[in-house]
């Protein structure tokens, strides 16, 4: 019986850690619009890019990171993120 109250118990106190770890783990970040300022060319790679406020970003592309073009300085972007980093860039229209 001891076991047994050892065990829910514990895993009472696991399900309650994930609850509480997840709302922060679920938010991602809300989309960013710029400007790029600078990049790497390459998978992986990085995009500075710098938004309406002049605040600049640094965002690390990955193989997961889907990429709407291909994209030169001066091009402006929506970022968007998930909880895993960045999760894609998009060419604005009336860009090029």
């Known amino acids: ?3 047994l109250a050892r065990r829910v118990l514990g895993g009472f106190i696991l ?3 994930v609850v509480v770890s997840l709302p922060n783990f679920a ?3 809300p989309p960013v619009q710029g400007e790029v300022v ?3 060319a390459g998978i992986p790679g990085t995009m500075v890019i710098r ?3 002049g605040q600049l ?3 690390n592309l990955t193989q997961q990171t889907q990429l709407g ?3 030169k300085v001066g091009d402006k972007v929506l970022v968007f993120f998930s909880p895993y980093g ?3 860039v998009q060419l604005q229209m009336g860009n090029r």
């Open 1 to 3: 019986m001891c076991r």
């Open 27 to 29: 938010h991602a970040l």
């Open 69 to 71: 073009g291909r994209f």
């Open 51 to 53: 938004d309406d406020k």
């Open 15 to 17: 399900l309650a850690i």
């Open 86 to 88: 960045v999760s894609a």
């Open 57 to 59: 970003h640094i965002l």
């Open 38 to 40: 600078s990049m790497t």
